[in-house]
Nanobody
Framework: QVQLVESGGGLVQAGGSLRLSCAAS????????MGWFRQAPGKEREFVAT????????YYADSVKGRFTISRDNAKNTVYLQMNSLKPEDTAVYYC???????????????WGQGTQVTVSS
């Protein structure tokens, strides 16, 4: 069974930064793509970023491109999301997930964390 545990969320002012971490259990972490998604109150869950198994290939939602960076450390079974220049519209619960492919499609992710709240004040 794979477990994903997010951390690093919190309250930050607009323009600030946060780094989210997602620690994964299991010995096969390095074999799978990983992704970050978010869900704001009253909105659908949306794709944020994904990274392939080696960390070479990444994709971002247009809304975060140039501000967020996804990375991974396979030796530590951890994926990160560095978030800079945060905006109030980035406020959401952020989830990490293990994917079958490095894709924007949530249906291609089979394990999900419990989420971490990010709140950006104006």
């Amino acid at each position: 069974q794979v477990q994903l545990v997010e951390s690093g969320g919190g309250l930050v002012q607009a323009g600030g930064s946060l780094r989210l971490s997602c620690a994964a259990s299991g010995r096969t972490f390095s074999s799978y793509p990983m992704g970050w998604f978010r869900q704001a109150p009253g909105k659908e869950r949306e794709f944020v970023a994904t990274i392939n198994w080696s960390g070479i290939t990444t994709y971002y939602a247009d809304s975060v491109k140039g501000r967020f960076t996804i990375s991974r450390d396979n030796a530590k079974n951890t994926v990160y999301l560095q978030m800079n220049s945060l905006k109030p519209e980035d406020t959401a619960v952020y989830y990490c997930a293990r994917g079958k492919f490095a894709t924007r499609e949530a249906s291609q992710y089979d394990y999900w964390g419990q989420g971490t709240q990010v709140t950006v004040s104006s």
